[in-house]
Each structure stands twice: as structure tokens, then as C-alpha cells.
């Protein structure tokens, strides 16, 4: 192939970056790049295991005179999360990622760039080609499905790795290592409804161009939710006014802040309708007014029309569903103030839709104190519970718990102090990490999360400063030399 971003080096690293770019990999549709992989170790003669969630384990031996050194796990997932800029064509399932490199930043095309984690496939297949590299022996875990739920890692069979020491290199930020993580889990919210026959004026409202981004190591930015903003709307115009809801659509990932949402109603009363539009007009001035100092690009837009036919949601179900994502509990909820403010507790109302025959909320509820978790859970389940919805519990995971003695921690402080003359930072994360999972099956883990620094993950504004991406391979090269010693 013909790639795209030179003048960095090792060469390979990038290349290798840019053809796993090619392949399709979204969570759910890793088979194409897990079976590239287990190409890939077969054509370098290396011990190679994939199971049928198409994980894969690459085990190298040690180099010449490290042979007999304890083994390093390293690991990342293959998945990436496919959100894209509205109006861009572009088929996850079958398209690979167009990617552009302007001044030194590599992006993509209008949509998602992969860097999470295709950073650390890229320094893992770089790893296990170079032949010159002084390390222990190495066992490469490349995991799936992490993005919706940590499936990969925990369908993995943990017997088939002897590493005691994890390097993981899904953190987001250079000179930076996390020690810690949040537990989490997915709750669907299901409301079973039938529609009914309507006619009159449509009245469609259109939020949009809102920042966005990853609900763990965003959500304490304070940047605004979608479906949130559409709820405050919906609620106040159904209370003063009679229309009928026909479609509510927001979020695509329950992991992403939604950037998103469109929902309309219907009026058989012109009047009524008039009226909707502008309690809806002068709501939007409102949330501008609150929100454009932090949120610059945000838009509402309000059209109505005529003669229309739809089938609506019954008056019951909408005010069920839209009392319900107002009152629900979204955004940060509880910080650590002796912490500097760390987020101990989150939801993120990630998912909302009205389809023909139900009502759909998704949460992501997110906590670094098990306790906390069970209590946002509980919540989040009588809030269900209230407005007749169902609620279903999926992917559930643990948290990573600080560990006060890191052997592998202080190899990466000695090494980053010498090599670029700062302090090596360290900081509990509040989003998931697969370590949590890790850290649970395999007794006496020592582990550290740690990676080049990545841009609004999760959102079509994802990029990669390829420098960092540079700076942190010889970071790595260095700490397996130290390791293998």
C-alpha cells in the first residue's frame, strides 16, 4: 500500500498503524484484523492463540541473553469506537479508516480515527517484527469488544498467559500512567409501546454540534449531553402544549457523550402547534445563552410542516419516556475532594430511541468504589422501574485498584526521568480499563496503563500528534531493555 505518513521513525511503526487502518474494526467486527494477526505471527514463526472471540495472544521468546528473564505482558484491544460527522459516507463494516496527516497531526476523514487503541497494535506488531530489540520474552494480548463492555478481555482464557507484569497502552496521555481505574457496566432501559395513527403539523426539532466525547475521561469536562438538552426541551413543550411524540433519536455509543439529537411531534391544532414552536424557540435562545461559552458550536434548529402524517407514541409512553430522561441522573455525581476533585462516581445517558414498538435508554454508569457502583446501579434501576421500563444489566466489569508497591511502575518513573529529564506523572482514571479484569483472574498482577497522548477519543475530531506517537516507542524500547536486564 501506499502510506501516508512519513518521516518518523522507526518507519514501521507507522506503517503498521496505517494497515491495520485499512481493515474494518469496529467492537463487534474484529474477525478481519484478529485473523490479520494471526497471520501476521505465523509469517514470523511465533507462538500464536486466538480464541472465538477472536482475541489474540502472540508470545515472543526474550532476546539473546533475556531469555530466562519473567515474561511482560503487553496489551491493547482491536476495536475501535465508529462515530462520524452527519452527512459523511462512510460504512464501518466495510470501509477502512481514510486517514489525513496535516503539520504533524494524524486524523481522519470525517470520522473516528482508531488511535484508541490502534496506538497499541501498532506498538505491539512493532514489538514482536523488530529483531533487534533488546526485551524479556513478551506476550502480546490484543483483546476485542473492549469499547462495549471489556468482552474480549473477559471471554479470554487467562491460563494462556505466564506474564505477572502488565503493560497496558490504552491511556490517552504522554507522561502520564494510570494506576487505577473505574468499574462499570451497560443498563438498557426497554419500554414495550404501541403507536397510533396521527395527522397535522410536524414539528421537528434538530440539536447538534456539541463537542461530545469519551464518558469516562470526558465527563468531567462539563461538556453538554444531547439527550439531555432535547429532554429539558420535549418536557416543558409537551407540559404546556398537546402534541404527540412521532420520533426521538439520540447517541449512538452509551461509552460517547452524545453530540446529537433529533425528535419531532405532531399537531392536529395549527394553534397548538404555533405555540410549541415558540416555547421550543425560546428555549433554544436559553440553553445557547447557558451554554455557547463552553459549548461554541452548538445549534438548534426548529422547523415545522403541514399536512402531515405519522404514528405517534401514545401520550402515556412519551411522558413515561421523556419525564424519565429528565429526571435522570447524568453527568458527574460524586468527586474526591481530597483527590483534586477526582470523578468517584458518573452516568452517561449515552443512547436514546424511540422505535416503532419501544422506548430505549442506554446508560453507562461508571464508579472507582464498588459500593458507589451498586448505588448508581440501584438508582438507575428504580428510575426504570417508575416509568414502566425494563431494565437489562450487560458488561459489567471491575475497577483496578491502586497498588501501593509497582515494581514495573518504578522501572517506567526511572526510565521517562532519564530519558526526557521530567517527572512521570500518575493518576487513578475514571474511565475503564481492561487491567480491572486482568488484575481479578490473575493473582500478583503488577500492572501500569501508559500510551502516547490522544484527542477527543470517540468523536469525529480525533487526532494523533504523530511526535508523541514517536516519543513514546523509544519509552517503551527503553523500558524493555530495563526489564530484560
Known amino acids: 500500500m501506499e502510506y501516508k505518513i512519513t518521516g518518523y521513525k522507526p518507519e514501521k511503526l507507522f506503517h503498521f498503524f496505517e494497515e491495520i487502518s485499512a481493515i474494518p474494526r469496529g467492537s463487534g467486527n474484529e474477525k478481519g484484523i484478529s485473523d490479520y494477526l494471526v497471520k501476521f505471527a505465523n509469517d514470523r514463526g511465533l507462538w500464536v492463540y486466538q480464541d472465538e472471540a477472536h482475541n489474540v495472544i502472540i508470545k515472543k521468546c526474550g532476546s539473546k541473553g533475556a531469555e530466562d528473564r519473567p515474561a511482560v505482558m503487553l496489551q491493547g484491544h482491536l476495536d475501535m469506537v465508529c462515530e462520524k460527522v452527519a452527512g459523511v459516507e462512510h460504512d464501518f463494516e466495510k470501509d477502512g479508516i481514510d486517514l489525513v496527516v496535516k503539520d504533524g497531526i494524524l486524523k481522519a476523514n470525517g470520522t473516528t480515527l482508531g488511535s484508541d487503541n ?27 469488544e473492549e469499547e462495549v463492555g471489556l468482552n474480549g478481555a473477559r471471554a479470554l482464557d487467562k491460563s494462556q498467559i505466564s506474564a505477572r507484569t502488565m503493560i497496558n497502552m490504552d491511556s490517552e496521555e504522554e507522561g502520564i500512567a494510570t494506576i487505577s481505574c473505574a468499574g462499570g457496566l451497560r443498563i438498557e432501559c426497554e419500554r414495550e409501546i404501541k403507536r397510533e395513527k396521527a395527522e397535522g403539523t410536524l414539528l421537528t426539532i ?20 444531547a439527550i439531555r438538552l432535547m429532554a429539558r ?29 433529533m425528535a419531532s411531534l405532531i399537531y392536529a391544532d395549527a394553534d397548538q402547534a404555533k405555540k410549541a414552536e415558540e416555547i421550543a424557540c425560546d428555549l433554544a435562545e436559553t440553553l445557547a445563552e447557558e451554554i455557547t461559552p463552553y459549548e461554541e458550536a452548538f445549534a438548534c434548529e426548529i422547523t415545522s410542516e403541514e399536512n402531515r402524517e405519522a404514528d405517534a407514541v401514545s401520550v402515556e409512553d412519551a411522558k413515561a419516556f421523556i419525564t424519565a430522561m429528565y429526571l435522570a441522573p447524568n453527568g458527574v455525581q460524586s468527586r474526591n475532594m481530597k483527590l483534586d476533585g477526582f ?72 526510565s521517562y526521568r532519564e530519558l526526557f529529564g521530567e517527572e512521570l506523572k500518575t493518576e487513578a482514571l475514571h474511565a475503564g480499563l481492561e487491567c480491572g479484569l486482568f488484575s ?28 508523541s506517537f514517536e516519543r ?14
Not at 417508575?386 to 491502586?402: H, I, L, Q, R, V
Open 343 to 414: 470523578v468517584v462516581v458518573s452516568t452517561n445517558m449515552g443512547v436514546a430511541r424511540a422505535e416503532e414498538a419501544r422506548l430505549v435508554i442506554v446508560f453507562s454508569p461508571r464508579s472507582s468504589v464498588a459500593s458507589l457502583q451498586e448505588e448508581i446501579k440501584a438508582r438507575l434501576g428504580l428510575l426504570a422501574d417508575t416509568f414502566g421500563f425494563k431494565a437489562e444489566y450487560a458488561g459489567e466489569y471491575p475497577g483496578w485498584s491502586y497498588r501501593e508497591k509497582s515494581p514495573v511502575r518504578e522501572v517506567f518513573c526511572e
Open 118 to 144: 490502534g496506538v497499541a497494535v501498532a506498538l505491539m506488531m512493532m514489538v514482536l517484527d523488530d529483531e533487534d530489540l533488546v526485551h524479556p520474552p513478551v506476550e502480546c494480548v490484543f483483546t476485542t
Open 233 to 261: 426541551v420535549l418536557y416543558q413543550v409537551m407540559k404546556a402544549t398537546d402534541g404527540k411524540l412521532v420520533s426521538f433519536a439520540g447517541g449512538n455509543k452509551d461509552n460517547a457523550i452524545p453530540r446529537e439529537c
Open 440 to 467: 481479578d483472574a490473575i493473582p500478583g498482577l503488577d500492572a501500569i496503563a501508559v500510551g502516547p497522548t490522544l484527542y477527543n477519543v470517540h468523536t469525529p475530531e480525533e487526532h494523533l500528534p504523530l511526535d
Open 472 to 485: 513514546f516507542y523509544v519509552l517503551l524500547k527503553d523500558v524493555l531493555k530495563r526489564l530484560a536486564e
Open 206 to 225: 434538530d440539536i447538534s454540534g456539541l463537542k461530545g466525547g469519551h464518558s469516562g475521561t470526558d465527563i468531567d469536562k462539563e461538556r453538554q449531553n
